[in-house]
Nanobody, 123 residues
């Protein structure tokens, strides 16, 4: 098991940038793939980005390609999500999640979730 805490969300103007952080507890964090998901009001939770154990493999939703960048620092038990050129459609609660070994784009395959950090983009 790993406990996750997200931070870095907030209110930002359209076109701005944010860097979300996912801090994990536990000495085996390097054995977990991590994904970022988001859920907008009235919508289902959707995949944003994921990263493998060492950071060498990543995957992005089509909507995230070119604007989002996921990275991890296993020494600090942290995964970052850099978001650039934010637009109103990016408004959502952003969650990080972890699962053993292999990254996935499917939320139900993740066992460990953080509480989420809200991102609001204003025009």
């Amino acid at each position: 098991q790993v406990q996750l805490v997200e931070s870095g969300g907030g209110l930002v103007q359209s076109g701005g940038s944010l860097r979300l952080s996912c801090a994990a507890s536990g000495r085996t964090f390097s054995r977990y793939a991590v994904g970022w998901f988001r859920q907008a009001p009235g919508k289902e939770r959707e995949f944003v980005a994921a990263i493998g154990l060492s950071g060498g493999s990543t995957d992005y939703a089509d909507s995230a390609k070119g604007r989002f960048a996921i990275s991890r620092d296993n020494a600090k038990n942290t995964v970052l999500l850099q978001i650039n050129s934010l637009n109103i459609e990016d408004t959502a609660v952003y969650y990080c999640a972890a699962r053993p070994l292999i990254l996935s784009t499917i939320p139900t395959r993740y066992e460990n979730w953080g509480q989420g950090t809200p991102v609001t983009v204003s025009s």
